[in-house]
């Protein structure tokens, strides 16, 4: 079964840039739909960006409009979100996901069970 890691989480402080990682094991992501969420303890998963096929389009959300750019590695098993002018509100568990069903803009594609998501980084963003 396929798995996904993100890695790249930690402390920063407010105004600073952190790039996260998403790869995916053994097999490729370059077909599938990939998407960045993020969660705090006793809120709603909250959508971040998308990076849909066939052409690599990007959508976010839009807290992250202009600040968060999300991208796929080269090698095609791994994906990015790079973050700048991170703000304390940033402060989450940054979440990836893949999907055969469609890009993550699709409520479907957030909820159906057959997408694979990783367990999560933990962002934190002093003020």
């Known amino acids: 079964q396929a798995q996904l890691q993100e890695s790249g989480g930690g402390l920063v402080q407010a105004g600073d840039s952190l790039t996260l990682s998403c790869a995916l094991s053994?097999?490729?992501?370059?077909?599938?739909?990939m998407g960045w969420f993020r969660q705090n303890p006793g809120k709603e998963r909250e959508f971040v960006a998308a990076?849909?096929?066939?052409?690599?389009?990007?959508y976010y959300g839009g807290s992250v409009k202009g600040r968060f750019t999300v991208s796929r590695g080269s090698a095609k098993n791994t994906m990015y979100l790079h973050m700048n002018s991170l703000k304390p509100e940033d402060t989450a568990v940054y979440l990836c996901?893949?999907?055969?069903?469609?890009?993550?803009?699709?409520?479907?594609?957030?909820?159906?069970?057959?997408?694979?998501w990783g367990q999560g980084t933990q962002v934190t963003v002093s003020s």
């Open positions: 996901a893949a999907t055969l069903a469609g890009d993550f803009r699709s409520q479907y594609s957030r909820d159906t069970t057959s997408t694979y």
């Open positions: 990076l849909s096929r066939p052409d690599d389009s990007t």
């Open positions: 053994k097999r490729t992501l370059s077909n599938y739909d």
